[in-house]
């Protein structure tokens, strides 16, 4: 279920609003020279990445022996996966065209360097490895390594915060879909929260 998060009706509050004004794949940057360079991911790395992203994160929160790089990048990663809706927002990952494909990108991006990173750990170096193993498989299992989209060749910064092109929702039925049904359940939400407390109102 895409509604698990309080947080997340929290942030649809914030970004509606947003709509109109919004520019497509705004950033938010105080410059690529204060971060940490994260490479490229392709389209077909973005499906496999998303699919073992918890085990990844998880993998990577434990680590003790870490260096500064290491943990802008994984804390990148997780401001990111939540600037793009904690990647519940349908075809994100897979559709091109949706508003939040390049801020997927930039979370799996980085979720990416951190496993990567990982494999050099002594104490995460084993589990880090079987996941890249796993993924490597699943890539040439599923035919995704030669599959590119218009994101596949951009790099990414720590210091540059990737949202999602809240102008471009209303043009992708699946997002618009999405965000209006959420809309819709917080304002009955509200309205049976109100009704509820009218009634138990001394």
């Given at each position: 279920?895409?509604?698990?998060?309080?947080?997340?009706?929290?942030?649809?509050?914030?970004?509606?609003?947003?709509?109109?004004?919004?520019?497509?794949?705004?950033?938010?940057?105080?410059?690529?020279?204060?971060?940490?360079?994260?490479?490229?991911?392709?389209?077909?790395?973005?499906?496999?990445?998303?699919?073992?992203?918890?085990?990844?994160?998880?993998?990577?929160?434990?680590?003790?022996?870490?260096?500064?790089?290491?943990?802008?990048?994984?804390?990148?990663?997780?401001?990111?996966?939540?600037?793009?809706?904690?990647?519940?927002?349908p075809g994100g990952v897979?559709?091109?065209?949706?508003?939040?494909?390049?801020?997927?990108?930039?979370?799996?991006?980085?979720?990416?360097?951190?496993?990567?990173?990982?494999?050099?750990?002594?104490?995460?170096?084993?589990?880090?490895?079987?996941?890249?193993?796993?993924?490597?498989?699943?890539?040439?299992?599923?035919?995704?390594?030669?599959?590119?989209?218009?994101?596949?060749?951009?790099?990414?910064?720590?210091?540059?915060?990737?949202?999602?092109?809240?102008?471009?929702?209303?043009?992708?039925?699946?997002?618009?879909?999405?965000l209006t049904v959420l809309?819709?359940?917080?304002?009955?939400?509200?309205?049976?929260?109100?009704?509820?407390?009218?009634?138990?109102?001394?």
């Open positions: 279920m895409i509604f698990r998060r309080p947080i997340f009706i929290l942030a649809i509050l914030t970004v509606l609003p947003l709509y109109a004004v919004a520019e497509a794949h705004q950033r938010s940057s105080s410059g690529p020279h204060t971060g940490n360079a994260i490479a490229e991911i392709s389209h077909g790395e973005m499906i496999m990445i998303a699919e073992y992203r918890d085990r990844i994160i998880d993998l990577a929160a434990q680590a003790t022996d870490t260096t500064e790089p290491f943990r802008r990048v994984l804390n990148y990663a997780q401001i990111q996966y939540a600037y793009c809706l904690w990647g519940r927002m897979t559709d091109e065209t949706s508003p939040f494909n390049e801020c997927s990108h930039a979370y799996l991006a980085a979720t990416k360097a951190v496993l990567l990173s990982m494999r050099s750990m002594g104490g995460e170096a084993v589990q880090a490895e079987a996941i890249v193993s796993a993924i490597d498989a699943g890539m040439v299992l599923r035919g995704l390594a030669l599959i590119t989209c218009e994101f596949s060749g951009e790099t990414f910064n720590t210091a540059d915060i990737i949202r999602p092109s809240w102008g471009d929702v209303p043009q992708h039925p699946a997002s618009m879909a999405t809309a819709m359940a917080l304002l009955a939400a509200v309205y049976c929260g109100r009704r509820l407390l009218q009634r138990i109102a001394p």
